[in-house]
């Protein structure tokens, strides 16, 4: 019996996140326990915990997601406003 996903089109994932997520966590985690064991150093660790709890999924979004499109729309991409005084 094969179980097919609702959305043929959307990305694989697995539990939480996405493949290439749990790729990025696993080698983050890796180096992040290097450094911890060879050299004592602890923030690679939080930051590998801080990415992996901003870049779970619920219903397609991540709170990452939501971040970048914040940042896009108020940071990165130029809003104009041209005000004219007419008569």
């Not at 939480?16 to 749990?22: A, G, M, N, V």
């Not at 970048?68 to 007419?86: M, P, S, V």
């Amino acid at each position: 019996m094969y179980i097919y996903p609702d959305n043929l089109k959307s990305k694989a994932t697995l539990w939480l996140w996405q493949l290439r997520d749990i790729g990025i966590i696993g080698i983050c985690a890796v180096v992040s326990i290097l450094a911890l064991t060879q050299a004592g150093f602890f923030p690679p660790l939080v930051l590998t915990g801080v990415f992996a709890f901003l870049s779970i999924r619920f219903e397609d979004t991540s709170i990452l997601d939501f971040i970048r499109y914040a940042c896009a729309f108020l940071f990165i991409h130029q809003q104009l406003y041209e005000w004219r005084y007419t008569e």
